[in-house]
T-cell receptor
Framework: AQSVTQLGSHVSVSEGALVLLRCNYSSSVPPYLFWYVQYPNQGLQLLLKYTSAATLVKGINGFEAEFKKSETSFHLTKPSAHMSDAAEYFCAVIPYGNNRLAFGKGNQVVVIP | DTGVSQDPRHKITKRGQNVTFRCDPISEHNRLYWYRQTLGQGPEFLTYFQNEAQLEKSRLLSDRFSAERPKGSFSTLEIQRTEQGDSAMYLC????????????FGEGSRLTVL
């Protein structure tokens, strides 16, 4: 089954530093790829999505992700971390021909002042 | 505010009891999903509906679990004879048919089985 892998459950980043969260997918056919964010005591919300229109995808709150087929990756970045970015981030995939999201294990991001 | 509401937000029950969770999706969304999330894991798919039809069920959904979506509006997820392993956050999400993958999640219903 197609899936995504997120390494490192907890990620600490200093305020103002680069945020980089890695996501690799397992698929021979590029799937639809997503990043979702879960702020404390809130439901998951869509951060951005890749649907083959463009390899560099911009999302909300200054986040972006780049699809790299050669590396089967869809890493999430933000140039400068803000305290409000502290949350859990999930990479997710909809395999081609499927109708449901499959999530990775998530990255808990802690922002250090 | 995503517009998806779940009730109750928290449920503590004793092993062997039945519990029911309700989800009210965004009104114009015809797809409704149930996921389960445990500590340190991403959400795991349980089942989904398109209108009132239940189109897919995960192997995770044992015979003790049943979900319904009468009239294609709200949905219920019932767990019979709860076990301690059922303790988790149960998430509901809805979406339109067009924007597959763009799910709107509720805040979840946390189940604790003692």
């Amino acid at each position: 089954a197609q899936s995504v892998t997120q390494l490192g459950s907890h990620v600490s980043v200093s305020e103002g530093a680069l945020v980089l969260l890695r996501c690799n997918y397992s698929s021979s056919v590029p799937p639809y790829l997503f990043w979702y964010v879960q702020y404390p005591n809130q439901g998951l919300q869509l951060l951005l999505k890749y649907t083959s229109a463009a390899t560099l995808v911009k999302g909300i709150n200054g986040f972006e992700a780049e699809f790299k087929k050669s590396e089967t990756s869809f890493h999430l970045t933000k140039p400068s971390a803000h305290m409000s970015d502290a949350a859990e981030y999930f990479c997710a995939v909809i395999p081609y021909g499927n109708n449901r999201l499959a999530f990775g294990k998530g990255n808990q991001v802690v922002v250090i002042p | 505010d995503t517009g998806v509401s779940q009730d109750p937000r928290h449920k503590i029950t004793k092993r062997g009891q039945n519990v029911t969770f309700r989800c009210d999706p965004i009104s114009e969304h015809n797809r409704l999903y149930w996921y389960r999330q445990t500590l340190g894991q991403g959400p795991e798919f349980l089942t989904y509906f398109q209108n009132e039809a239940q189109l897919e069920k995960s192997r995770l959904l044992s015979d003790r679990f049943s979900a319904e979506r009468p009239k294609g509006s709200f949905s219920t997820l019932e767990i019979q004879r709860t076990e301690q392993g059922d303790s988790a956050m149960y998430l509901c999400a809805s979406s339109s048919t067009v924007n597959t993958g763009e799910l709107f999640f509720g805040e979840g219903s946390r189940l604790t089985v003692l």
